[in-house]
Structures are given as C-alpha cells and as structure tokens.
C-alpha cells in the first residue's frame, strides 16, 4: 500500500538513529452495522444494513526525529478480521471488476462495493515547501479515500476477493493494488477477512507512508442511490502536519472548497486539507439498484464479536474484540425474520426390501433483493426417514468408520477418511458462491451413547464445511431419525445428501409397498418455530409380500444308525416376510447323545459366557437385503431344562458389524421329547427382529450340530422328514418338512437279551401273587427295538382284580393315575443320558370301542409306564390271554438305545400275576419272547428259563 505526494525525496536522514518509541499496538477498534445516518445502529434481524464499518488505528507515539516505523514500535503486515456468525455478504449479487479494469481505473460502475480510507503517516515532500510553506523533512498525517471493489476471483479456491488501488488517489505517483480475500474459519464457520502484506517503510524506502489506521465501509445495497456521492470517489487529504505552514491559494492548489491562500496551517492540528480529489461517477450502468450485498445475521442471541488481528513486519501479533449492538442487545425482531422450507427424497419409485440409494434434498428458498429481510439460517435439521426405511444390514460388509481425528473437524487440514467408510456425497448450494460445494459422507467413529454417526464435508472455494451429525434408529421400528445442530449461520438454498446404492448401500427401502412418508423439521436461528414438512417416497415393485421360507435339512450321512452331523437351513427371499418363530421336529430315532456333555448353567447364560465344553455346534446367520448380505456365526451351547423342554440349548452371538460393535444377542430354545415317540422338538424363542435399532432382515439361518458323537440317526430305514412350523413377524404361518431316506438299516446287528425272574420264596406257591422281574439289554450300536411281546407259561395268570384299584383311561391319557393303581415299576439305562430314567407302572383299564355299534366293550387291563429323569418316556403295554397264556405285548417303542431296562411288578398282596400252581415244583419253567427290530429285522424268538426264588427267601 503506497500513496505518495508529487516530487516524494528518495531517502530521509536519521531513520536508521529513531528514538525509543512505544510498541506496536491496536487502539480504537470498532465494528459495526448501521442504517442510513451512518451512526444509529441496525438491530433488525435479518436486515440489509445501509452500511458496514470497521475501523482500527494502531498507537504513534509522535517523534518527529524519528521514521514513522519507530514512532508505532513496528509496521502492519497482515490485517484479519472475523466477522460476528451470520453477517454474509453476498458477492454473486454484484458485478465483478477485473484485475485489467482494476488497473485501467475502468471497473464497472455496478461493481463497487463500499469505501476505504487509509490513515498514514508519511514524510511530507520537497514541494510541500511550495505548497504548504511546510519545510523540507516534515512528518505529517495523509488521508486516502479511495472505492472498493468485488473482484473476479482470481483462483478456484477463493470464497470473496475484494479490491482497491491506491494509486487511484489523486496526487499520487505511487501505490498498488490491494487485495481483501475472504475466507471461513474451519473452527466455527465465521467468515473472516485478510489483507497480507502491506508495503511499509524501510531503510531503501524510508519514504513509503506508513499505514497506522484504516475504516472499510461496505455498502448494504451498493447500487443505491444513497451511494452516488462516493460512487468512483477518490480523495487525498493532509490530515494534519508536524510542523505549521499555510495554505497557497491558485493557481497552485483551486480555491473553493479549500481555504483562501495564506490560511494558516497550525502545527499537530487536525486540518483536513484536500491535496486532490476525483468527482464522483454517478449511477451510470448501474442496471440493478435493488442488488443486496449485506445482510444482518438472523440470530437474537445478543451482542456478537468481530475480532481483528494485525500481525507486524517484526513479528508482533495483536488481537481486539468489539461486541457489536451492546447498545440494543443485539439484534432484535427475530419474529419478523422468515424461513420456509421444503424436503424431498429420491429416487420416487423403489423396489421393496432392497437396498437402495436415497436422495435427501432439503430446499431454503432464501430472500431476494426486493425482500427487506433475509432467510433465517437453519440452525437445527431431524430428517425423519419414512416409515420401512432403515439402516440396512448388507451396509456393514467391509464397512469401516471414519475416525474424528482423521475427519479433522475445525481444522483445514485434510480429511483422511478411509475409503471404505464413504457412504455417499453432498451438495450444498448458496446464493453467494457461484457453484455449489462438494464432497462426501462418511460413517463417523461410533462414540458411548452416540453410535451411528455421519460426518460431512462439502468443500470448493477455499472453504470446507464439515458437519457431524447423529443417527436415532427407534428401537423398536428401526426407523431412522438423522440429526444435524448448530449448523454454520450461513445461507443455502439447497442441501443434498445422496447416500449410495449398490449391495452395499446403508438404506434399505421398506419392506412393503404403497406411499411411504417422512418428515423434516428445521429449526432456525431465528428461535422461531421449526418449518415441518413431508416428503414420500413410493415402493412399486416386489409387492407381494408372501411367506414362504426354504427349509432344508442335511445330515453328513444317511446311513441308519450312524453318528452324524446334522445341518438345518432356512432361508428368506428379498420382499417375504420376516421369519420370527422356528421349531422342528426331528425325525423318530434322530436323536442327541447327552450323556457327559456339560450343560451351560443358568448363571453362565445370566452372564452370557458358556463354557467351551457345553459347545454341541454353530449358528451362522445373514441379515440384509440384496445380493450381499451381513454374515455372522456363533457358537450353540447345551443347556439344563427350558421353556418346557428337557434340556435346552442357548446362541451367544457378539454382533460386530464393520465398526458398530452391538454387543451380544443371546437367542434360548428349549430341546422337547415327546414322551410317546421321543422325538425331539427344538422350539426357538422368537428370532429377535431389530438389534440397536437395526431390523435384521434376516436372509439365512443355519443351525450346524457339529459336536462329533452327539447326533445319532434313525436305526430304521427308508422315509423320514423333519417337520417344521415357522411363523413370520406379521402373523404368516408355514409348515414344511424336509424329506430325509436312510438307509442299510438291516446292516445293523439287533440281538436284545432278556431275563425272567419270579419273586419271593413265599409267592411261590399255588394261588399266591409272585413279583416278577423282566429285565431286556443290548450292546451298542444295535438297532433299536420297536416292539417286544412276552409270553408266560400256563403256570401264572393274570389277576386283575387283585389289583387294589385301576387308572381309568381318561386318567391315564392326563397323566393323572391314582396312586393305587400302581403295580410295579421300571428302570431304563441309556447311552444318551447320564442319569437312569425311573418310575411307577401303572395298571390301567383296559377297553375299545365296537366299530359297528360304537359300544365300549371291557377288556383286559393294560400297563402303563411312566419314566422320568432328564426327560419323560411313556411305554404303553397291553395285556391279552391266549392259549391260556398271559400276553404282555408292548407294540410300539420309540427309537432310542437302550443299555438296560428292567420292568418289576409288584407280587404279595395286591399283585395282578397268580400263581396257578406251585411254581417251585413246576418243570420246564419258560416264557416266550420275541423282539422286533426298527431296522424290520425280527429277533430269533427267546425261550429264556423263568428263575425264582425257591431257594431263598428273596428274590435275587
């Protein structure tokens, strides 16, 4: 920055020996807004101000021996000034000037933007002597009004680039153009203003004026009619002098305005002598006079800060705050102030249940030139997503998350976000850039309490504007709730948010079709109510909807009999209902070796922490929509009783998906075996939907039993199925069954043994009622038995009415026998179980229905055995006479292996078998028995001798 008067000297004496000075500092910093009288303060929010002002001097200590630069302790480098948040100019409203027009003094009429006057102390010239009768080496203060000008931007990266020319000043044979450049400050989005490096005096210029104060006006609407009389305006004046002279009349200086000749000049007298001035250019080309270039902010949140910083030549730095509207608290009228707005979401048409890009645009139609008050700013934004529109599972394959450092928010430093947590682009457009910003969003490091983060930067023209903002699935919907607050106090029209599609994208569109709505609420700095409104988006295409899961069932063999692995998968189709409740039902015979594996206690599951040992398989899921959906596995756990079930069996499975680490989902299903056929039943408490407020959109659910020597096949052969009822979380039902054929079931060895014992020695003789003792093995390995029929000589009978009371039928179906009604009891021992099952045998009345007259007609009492312990097993007997010989025949089995099972009924008193003879002296003493295998293989029928106690007194 140079001004200088005609004939300045080339070098002044003495500056090398300054006297001490004071040092470098700011006094009479001032920022203001005002309306047309140039001091009354604009309060209005929202306003246009009539003009803008900020004003600073820097302390000199007057010492006219030594150079300028001492008398101020050093020389202004830089000037910053940040502006208070919301105060925007607008240079798109404005025509620009050119650096070539800048420099021809041809800058467009329309293109000036305010005034600067630059207050300098400098060495007055030789030919002040003749003009100022001021001698020779004098110091004095010099006045430069000069216009200001919105300029092309001379690179991409510049937000504003302001401009004026010294050299415009008239009598001035020196100066040069000096650039304001606009920027953002990334720390909190203020606007700021810089001028670099201001020419100064030094020792090969001593004469160069030193700048030691300045006021930048900015005109509200610049094209106003109020602005013609500085409009092109240029002005050097002596503002005052160091040593006094007086005033030359013509020819050398015009007579009026400037005093007559000979008028004194007093010493260090603020004189304000014009040494030239240029005549303003009027309104000519100005083709808009309404064009809006400053607007107020649109917060009443009381007085607000602009700062100035100086940096000097030597190294000082220097800062001063001014609270602009401590006389009104701040700007006022908030209520006046207008905002309207609008959301729309895209694409319009979507497939069901996929994963989807999604557009959110959300439109702040701002004010024109005409409208006296501008846009408020947007404060707060909750983009409510339509219903059905949720986070999508499949997002999190490879998905990784952008930490806050490598976001580097409140700094201009790159941002070093990983590639994989980019989810989409933003666009931001504003009236006063001439393009919008650009850039890109990002999946924001989960933080306590705030997992789902979005971060967004949008950058051009210098700047970048980097927002972080919050995702609230609800819990219980997955609906998505997406928060940006405390937004910059800047204007947009136009906010874009387009998230990405592909198998991978974060949205998933709804699971059913028809019109889907969403809502936005934007809340502005004004304080005034937040603008609500709706946008749709409509699902047209994979509308049915239907339920119909796969089912499928895969043992690692088929061979009968074997140890085998056992695979169960269900799958789900993009667009079909959620699958909720799962139970199968295995086929009879499959059946679980339980025996010496450790059961996962109910304080373990409590506290979601099995032991490896309870382990009998995997769990491997995918959830999401698309061609690629989120998998992941976890470990099956057998546990204690559950739910109904003799034992039960528990999925711990930790949730990590990508960066999101949603803790454990722990899943219980109670294992039931029937007590008739002992087949097995796993019923899964309901599947859980939403985690985190992600709804899972589970695709496949595979259940592995793995643990080796746990599952056993049918020992039968031929066709099974395994049955299955689902449901789904809408109320579908399906009912599919996965065929299963085994086979080389008559492979397997099947010799059960059995023995016959009679009871105590004093039962023994004629008509006396004698416990009797069956006791059936096998070895391991063996096909099952199916059925077995013992047949007793003639030398017992059945004595049914010795019994001391019968169960009715009715009862026996309830499981209700009366306690009198039991006969005996039994013992079975199993290689599956690691406790024997006990208990009572009952005898039950004995009856059928006539199929031709429907009657019930009596018959022989039946047995009935109830054995528990870790699970219920119920054998039924039935009891017939032929050839004079009790028939006791147990005609259907379940499949499972037995090691031993012993059957006693009770002799003495209430005994049900009667001795028809004595039986200690009876020959030949044998039953019969024949034993059919559920491989179909009948057993060579056993002849086995009946022993008894005759020799004792008890029954061995």
């Avoid at 001490?20 to 009479?28: Q, S």
């Avoid at 200590?61 to 830089?78: C, F, H, K, L």
């Avoid at 579908?732 to 105590?760: M, N, Q, W, Y």
Wanted: hydrophobic share 35%; charged share 15%; aromatic share 6%.
């Amino acid at each position: 920055m140079a001004v200088a008067l005609t004939g300045a000297v080339a070098g002044i004496a003495g500056l090398a020996v300054a006297a001490p000075a004071g040092a470098y500092e700011i006094k009479d910093f001032s920022a203001n807004i005002f309306q047309a009288d140039g001091t009354t303060f604009e309060s209005q929010a929202g306003a246009v101000p009539h003009t803008g002002v900020i004003a600073f001097n820097t302390v000199v200590t007057t010492d006219a021996s030594s150079p300028p630069i001492v008398e101020q302790g050093g020389s202004t480098r830089n000037i910053q000034v940040t502006t208070p948040p919301g105060l925007t100019p607008n240079p798109e409203s404005i025509p620009e000037c050119t650096d070539d027009e800048l420099h021809d003094r041809t800058c467009p009429t329309a293109s000036q933007i305010g005034m600067v006057e630059l207050r300098l102390r400098s060495y007055l010239p030789p030919t002040a002597t003749t003009l100022l009768s001021i001698p020779v080496g004098t110091k004095g203060w010099l006045g430069v009004k000069i216009p200001l000008y919105n300029m092309e931007r001379s690179t991409s990266s510049q937000l504003a680039r302001f401009a004026f020319d010294s050299s415009q000043a008239p009598n001035a044979t020196t100066g040069h153009v000096t650039e304001i450049i606009g920027a953002m400050r990334p720390d909190d989005n203020r606007l700021f203003f810089t001028i670099s490096d201001i020419v100064t005096p030094t020792s090969g210029n001593p004469t160069q004026p030193l700048l030691a104060g300045s006021t930048l006006t900015f005109w509200g609407k610049p094209n106003a009619a109020s602005h013609n009389a500085e409009r092109g305006f240029a002005q050097l004046r002596l503002i005052s002098t160091d040593a006094p002279g007086q005033f030359p009349g013509p020819p050398n200086m015009p007579s009026p305005p400037f005093p007559p000749a000979g008028t004194p000049i007093p010493a260090n007298a603020p004189v304000n002598i014009p040494l030239g001035q240029t005549a303003p250019t009027g309104a000519a080309g100005i083709t808009n006079p309404n064009a809006t270039f400053l607007r107020s902010p649109t917060s009443c949140a009381g007085p607000q800060k602009a700062q100035l910083e100086l940096t000097s030549w030597q190294g000082a730095v220097r800062n001063a705050d001014y609270l602009i509207g401590e006389e009104t608290d701040g700007l006022q009228g908030c209520d006046q102030v207008p905002f309207a707005s609008s959301t729309e979401f895209g694409p319009s048409a979507m497939q069901a249940d996929s994963p989807v890009p999604l557009g959110v645009t959300l439109n702040v139609p701002q004010a024109g030139d005409d409208d006296p008050i501008a846009t408020a700013h947007v404060k707060d934004v909750a983009v409510k997503l339509p219903p059905g529109m949720t986070i999508s599972p499949s997002a999190a394959n490879g998905l990784e998350a952008c930490l806050d450092a490598q976001f580097a928010k409140g700094t201009n430093d790159p941002i070093a976000c990983p590639a994989a947590s980019k989810i989409g682009s933003v666009r931001i457009s504003t009236p006063v850039l001439p393009e919008a910003l650009t850039g890109s969003v990002y999946v924001g490091q989960p933080l306590p309490g705030n997992r789902y983060r979005l971060f967004l930067n949008a950058d051009g023209f210098g700047i970048s504007i980097r927002l972080k903002g919050e995702v609230r699935p609800n819990p219980a919907t997955g609906q998505v709730t997406a928060y940006f607050n405390d937004n910059p106090q800047l204007p947009f029209s136009q906010f874009q948010l387009d998230f990405d599609g592909g198998s991978k994208a974060i949205i998933a569109s709804p699971p059913t079709c028809g019109t889907h709505t969403g809502v936005t609420a934007m809340h502005p700095w004004s304080g005034n109510a937040a603008d609500v409104t709706r946008a749709s988006v409509q699902v047209s295409a994979g509308c049915l909807f239907p339920f119909a899961p796969g089912f499928e069932v895969r043992p690692s063999t088929l061979l009968s009999g074997a140890q085998s692995h056992l695979s169960v998968d269900l799958t789900r189709h993009d667009g079909h209902q959620n699958l909720m409740g799962v139970e199968a039902t295995l086929p009879a015979g499959m059946v679980a070796t339980l025996k010496g594996v450790q059961r996962c206690n109910e304080a373990q599951v409590a506290a979601e922490a099995c032991p490896g040992g309870s382990q009998i398989g995997i769990v491997s899921v995918k959830a999401g929509p698309g061609a690629h959906p989120f998998a992941l596995s976890a470990p099956v756990y057998l546990t204690g009783a559950y739910n109904n079930g003799s034992f039960g069996a528990v999925v711990i499975m930790r949730v990590i998906a990508g960066p999101y680490d949603l803790g454990n989902v722990v899943v219980r299903q109670s294992i039931r075996i029937d007590p008739d056929t002992a087949r097995v039943t796993v019923h899964s408490d309901p599947l859980p939907q939403i985690v985190e407020g992600v709804p899972l959109r589970l695709r496949d659910l595979q259940i592995n039993v793995t643990r080796n020597g746990f599952m056993r096949n049918p020992t039968s052969c031929g066709g099974k199925q395994v049955d299955a009822k689902l449901s789904s979380s809408v109320g579908g039902v399906s009912t599919p069954a996965a065929r299963l054929s085994f086979d080389d079931c008559k492979k397997l060895k099947f010799e059960p043994k059995i023995s016959l014992r009679l009871g105590h020695k004093s039962q023994m003789r004629k008509f006396k009622y004698p416990a009797l003792r069956a006791t059936v093995t096998q070895g391991a390995g063996e096909a099952g038995i199916r059925s077995s029929q013992v047949i007793l000589p003639k030398h017992v009978a059945l004595a049914a009415k010795n019994a001391k009371g019968l169960c009715e039928v009715a009862q026996a179906r309830a499981d209700k026998c009366p306690e009198e009604s039991v006969v005996g009891h039994a013992v079975a021992q199993t290689p599956l179980l690691d406790k024997d099952l006990k208990g009572p045998v009952f005898f039950v009345k004995g009856e059928r229905t006539d199929p031709k007259s429907g009657r019930v007609i009596a018959t022989l009492p039946t047995l009935y055995v109830k054995l528990q312990g870790e699970t219920t097993i119920k054998l039924r007997a039935t009891t017939d006479v032929s050839k004079d010989r009790l028939v006791t025949t147990f005609a259907e089995i379940p499949d499972a292996p037995i090691s031993r099972f012993t059957l006693t009924i009770k002799g003495g008193k209430n005994g049900i078998i009667q001795a028809t003879r004595d039986l200690c002296k009876a020959k030949a003493f044998k039953g019969t028995v024949r034993f059919g295998g559920q491989n179909d293989v009948r057993a060579k029928t056993a002849k086995p001798r009946i022993s008894t106690a005759c020799s004792s007194k008890k029954a061995s």
